[in-house]
């Protein structure tokens, strides 16, 4: 085995990144697709929550990163809700 071996992220890692990268993605482009001019203030708070939560599964596995205990439920609810394109942002 690789000294780089140690350093390589696994497949379950990669793949929480990429969905972490991809909540981080809409919380960012949800503006610019559905305009912000009718969500609420907990609309908001929602996406600023995601973009949070996807930046935490991108470190999960890194030295001080995320683990799966730094998830609370809420944040977990968040994440099986956008895997399941069940996302509601509040609007008006």
């Not at 559905?34 to 600023?48: E, I, Q």
């Not at 996807?54 to 809420?74: C, E, I, P």
């Amino acid at each position: 085995m690789s000294q780089l071996a140690y350093f390589e992220s696994t497949p379950e890692q990669k793949q929480l990144a990429a969905l972490g990268r991809d909540m981080m993605d809409y919380s960012e482009n949800y503006g610019k697709e559905f305009g912000l001019k009718n969500v609420t203030d907990a609309g908001l708070t929602t996406l600023n929550e995601m973009s949070h939560v996807g930046y935490m599964l991108t470190t999960v596995g890194a030295a001080w990163g995320a683990s799966a205990q730094s998830f609370s439920a809420t944040e977990r609810k968040m994440i099986v809700d956008f895997s399941n394109k069940q996302v509601d942002i509040e609007r008006k």
